[in-house]
């Protein structure tokens, strides 16, 4: 398998960091030099995105194909505990079968020893024929007798030495053919421990590619990490330009808080990169196509659960307003309760639901804007009426 090299997982380029700092701390108004600090997030967003989503897909791949490795490995030692137990098997099939030659060889042995001795006592009166055996008896019947037995017991031993023979020839043969068998099993075993070795040597080789490219992914997380605190940086000095352009002097601080929206931490996870986690269908989405606790998901919610109108697949905030047009809703400046807050700059822009107006100010509850050091949280503010592009109306 081809490794992966550290300079494969170099991005070609270098992505600046702090390419909209100095305008932050000092605060200065929208222009042009914003909008290109707006404008580069967003490739720089993108292009991390696109190369985070590369690698934990290749790592993803990798991860599947180290656990089919697994499978696969796991089919092998079942496979050689099967052919150990047939080599330990064949291995008693075949002792056995020594020992039964052995009884057999022994028994051949005796059997021959008996008839040699029979054979030697009839040799002793092979010159006196029977008829002269049985007419030299006193004992006529006796000698009858005397002379069948003998000659029934070399027949019997006869046949029984030529029975052993046979007995011994076929367990001679089962022998070699355990025998032939074992080798055939040993050997299978020592294949099968040489694949066993390089199964284990490509797994380690794959959860090492594995790694490479979690890291990579890991490192690129932590890049956008940071451009979302840019973004969020951005919005933040959207609000303290209006609230300044309105006489005020400071930022307006999000009040976190609760409310009745579906989704909280027991079902949806905002990671530090400000990606769901879990939701509808385990992918992090809410069922309407948004993530489970951003803003486009809570105000998409808020509009069904007050108003009964269902405002799916309507995209990232700042694309909601061209969205809400095409659906046949107005759009327009003017704050109105029940409506829709959009701003339109970063990567996805951020929407509100407007709570109250009172003069140039509204009053506003959110998700996903960034408080108490977490994402994916709800807040309500108070901000001037300015802080948003666009308000979409529902009535």
């Not at 040597?201 to 690129?220: C, F, G, P, S, V």
């Not at 009040?255 to 929206?261: E, L, M, P, Q, V």
């Amino acid at each position: 398998m081809k490794k992966i090299k550290k300079t494969n997982l170099v991005i070609n380029g270098i992505i600046s960091l702090g390419v909209i700092a100095a305008g932050i701390v000092a605060l200065l108004p929208k222009n042009a030099e914003a909008e290109k600090s707006v404008e580069q997030l967003d490739k720089e967003i993108k292009a991390l995105e696109s190369q985070i989503s590369g690698a934990k897909s290749r790592a993803s791949d990798l991860r599947n194909k180290a656990q089919t490795l697994q499978n696969e490995l796991n089919g092998i030692e079942n496979e050689k505990s099967i052919i150990q137990s047939r080599i330990s098997m064949y291995q008693k099939q075949f002792e056995k079968l020594q020992l039964d030659i052995k009884s057999n060889e022994e028994s051949i042995e005796r059997n021959r020893n008996a008839l040699g001795s029979i054979l030697a006592a009839m040799s002793l009166e092979d010159d006196i024929t029977p008829i002269e055996r049985i007419a030299g008896s006193n004992n006529l019947s006796k000698a009858l007798d005397n002379f069948e037995y003998q000659s029934a017991v070399k027949s019997q031993l006869v046949e029984k030495v030529d029975s052993i023979k046979r007995v011994k020839a076929e367990l001679e043969k089962q022998r070699d053919e355990v025998k032939i068998a074992l080798t055939n099993q040993q050997q299978a075993e020592s294949a099968l421990q040489e694949k066993i070795r390089q199964q284990n040597e490509l797994i380690a080789q794959t959860k090492n590619d594995e790694a490479e490219y979690a890291k990579y992914a890991n490192e690129r997380d932590s890049q956008k990490a940071a451009l979302q605190k840019q973004q969020q940086d951005i919005i933040q000095a959207q609000i303290l330009r209006a609230a300044r352009a309105a006489g005020g002097g400071a930022l307006p601080q999000a009040i976190a808080g609760t409310s009745n929206y579906p989704w909280n931490d027991s079902n949806c996870f905002v990671d530090t990169n400000a990606v769901s986690h879990g939701g509808a269908d385990g992918n992090g989405t809410d069922g309407y196509g948004y993530g489970c606790r951003q803003c486009v998901s809570y105000v998409a919610w808020k509009l069904r659960a007050t108003k009964g109108i269902n405002a799916a697949y309507w995209g990232n905030a700042k694309d909601v307003p061209a969205s809400a047009r095409r659906a046949g809703f107005r759009t327009g400046n003017t704050p109105k309760v029940g409506s829709f807050g959009v701003m339109s700059g970063g990567q996805y822009g951020h929407i509100v639901w407007v709570e109250a107006v009172n003069g140039n100010m509204v009053t506003i509850s959110q998700y996903n804007y960034f408080v108490n050091g977490r994402w994916g949280q709800f807040s309500t503010m108070t901000v001037p009426a300015s802080t948003y592009d666009t308000y979409v109306y529902f009535d």
